[in-house]
């Protein structure tokens, strides 16, 4: 009888240096961005952020996007609460939101680095389609939220900032890590607050139709039935969810999306305030001045000057 011959023992799957790969992320995003401020990537929707000191809290409006940094540490404030968000931790935005961000750590030797994503809500919706829906309990959740950053998604985003420096092998390559960075988010630990973004009967996908009515028509007195009507919901229950995810009412959001367009017209088009408050929907400059000083902390010319004087802070 002949012995069975035993096959070699597999060897063991070798887990990634988490260290070696944020210290090489970390190096190649300060090559990437040797300036502060913001910088737009060749990959489109990618945006590397620098800031070399800690940062005022800066009233900003935070666009469906992954935040992942890369060195140091920053907090985002809706509301009365408070997000942190690090090497460690990156923040998932599901939904346009008014906030105020302020970077906590950052020097000269080690600056504060970002790398924002878009969310590509088209993607989601195909990754879907793919992965299925889990059966998770209706969300009234904010639409901003942070999560533990895994090592599978590290690594995703290690390479695709590789690729910025590979830029023949991107255009190819750069979609499918893409795609693998929004199917690593799905599938992580708040992955389901984000997967009802896309689903067409969820309470935040109903908000998000709100919201994508606000952006449109903020110059304009909307009434509250307008956008229940957009949101197919009810007056009470679309005022009730739509503060549980912004934590404000459609009112004070469309406040928000008028005060931040007046700033940026001011900042880069050079508008006049009163020009700006009118452009944006404001019948009195007074009421708009106090407003401004009221998210902003100084009067707008007061303050505009002030940014131009120091730079833009990122956000």
Do not use: W
Request: aromatic share 4%.
């Amino acid at each position: 009888m002949s012995a069975v011959e035993s096959s070699p023992e597999s060897p063991p799957v070798e887990l990634p240096n988490l260290d070696q790969q944020q210290a090489e992320l970390a190096a190649l995003v300060t090559r990437l961005a040797p300036g502060e401020g913001m910088h737009p990537s060749a990959i489109p929707g990618l945006t590397i952020m620098r800031a070399n000191s800690p940062s005022t809290p800066t009233p900003s409006l935070y666009e469906p996007s992954l935040c992942i940094v890369v060195q140091g540490r920053k907090r985002a404030m809706v509301g009365d609460e408070v997000y942190y968000y690090d090497a460690l931790n990156y923040l998932t935005v599901s939904v346009t939101l008014p906030a105020i961000g302020h970077v906590l750590e950052a020097t000269a030797d080690k600056p504060y680095l970002c790398l924002r994503l878009e969310l590509d809500a088209r993607m989601i919706g195909e990754l879907l389609l793919q992965v299925g829906r889990s059966a998770v309990p209706p969300s009234t959740d904010r639409g901003l939220y942070v999560a533990r950053t895994s090592p599978p998604l590290l690594d995703a985003v290690l390479r695709l900032t590789r690729l910025l420096e590979q830029p023949r092998d991107a255009a190819i390559l750069a979609p499918l890590v893409l795609r693998e960075i929004h199917y690593r988010v799905l599938t992580g630990e708040l992955g389901h607050r984000l997967r009802e973004l896309c689903v067409v009967d969820s309470q935040v996908n109903r908000v998000a139709r709100a919201i994508e009515l606000l952006r449109k028509r903020f110059t304009e007195s909307l009434r509250i039935e307008d956008l229940a009507a957009a949101a197919h919901m009810s007056e009470s229950s679309l005022h009730h969810r739509f503060k549980a995810v912004t934590a404000m009412s459609p009112m004070q959001f469309q406040k928000q999306l008028r005060l931040h367009e007046a700033r940026r017209l001011m900042l880069m088009e050079g508008l006049e305030a009163a020009a700006a408050a009118h452009r944006v929907g404001y019948e009195s400059p007074s009421q708009f001045s106090r407003e401004y000083r009221r998210l902003f902390g100084a009067p707008p010319r007061r303050e505009i000057q002030t940014v131009r004087g120091g730079g833009l802070q990122p956000a």
